[in-house]
Each structure stands twice: as C-alpha cells, then as structure tokens.
C-alpha cells in the first residue's frame, strides 16, 4: 500500500492550494483518511481526517479555512485550503487507517510529505 501526496507549493497569504492524496496497492478498506503538518521546530499534528461515514475532524486553527473530502472510489483524499497564513507553512502529511484483508486488523500509512510555503 502506497499513498501518494501532490498539490503543495509556494502561494501568498490569503491564497489557496488543494492537496491530493491517492492510495495505491491492495486495500480492502480505508477507514480514515486525513492530513498531518509538521512546521520547523514544532511537533507533527492533525490538520484534518475524515471517516469512511464522512465524519470530519478539525484543528481549531483551520477551522473554517480547510476543507477535507474524500472521493472513495478513487481512494483519493483531498485538502481544500483557503485564507492561508503564514503559519500554515509545514511540511503536510497525508495518513490513512487502512484495513488490507476482511480480517480487522488496521494498519496506519503515511505518505511522503508536501511542502506548503506560504509568504506574507
């Protein structure tokens, strides 16, 4: 199983960037899908996840600028950022909570980082 992460860049504040996160290999099931940041210094934290019943988690700080969906047959999530800052800026992870057979064993997965960047 493999997650691949695109759509980070370099835009000015107020701008907006949509990332993707695709996951390739044998799944059986995603239960989660969401997205990481770790910022220069700072611990890694949650952005944003989304339950295969589309039940969504936000950090305080992205509320109402970010959005998650998920489009499930393509196993794909996506990150809508809006009014960003420059405090967005980090490095941003996308993650999954994979079941890969119809046993309930679930497998956490990471995809590479995206560096978002965004200038004041």
């Known amino acids: 199983v493999q997650l691949q992460a695109s759509g980070g860049g370099l835009v000015q504040a107020g701008g907006s960037l949509r990332l993707s996160c695709a996951v390739s290999g044998s799944v059986f099931a995603i239960n989660v899908m969401g997205w990481y940041r770790q910022a220069p210094g700072k611990q890694r934290e949650l952005v944003t996840a989304?339950?295969?019943?589309?039940?969504?988690t936000y950090a305080s700080s992205v509320k109402g600028r970010f959005t998650i969906s998920r489009d499930t047959a393509k196993n794909t999530a996506y990150l809508q950022m809006n009014s960003l800052r420059p405090e967005d800026t980090a490095v941003y992870y996308c993650?999954?909570?994979?079941?890969?057979?119809?046993?309930?064993?679930?497998?956490?997965?990471w995809g590479q980082g995206t560096q978002v960047t965004v200038s004041s």
């Open positions: 989304m339950s295969t019943a589309g039940t969504t």
């Open positions: 993650n999954a909570l994979i079941r890969r057979s119809s046993s309930y064993n679930i497998d956490n997965f």
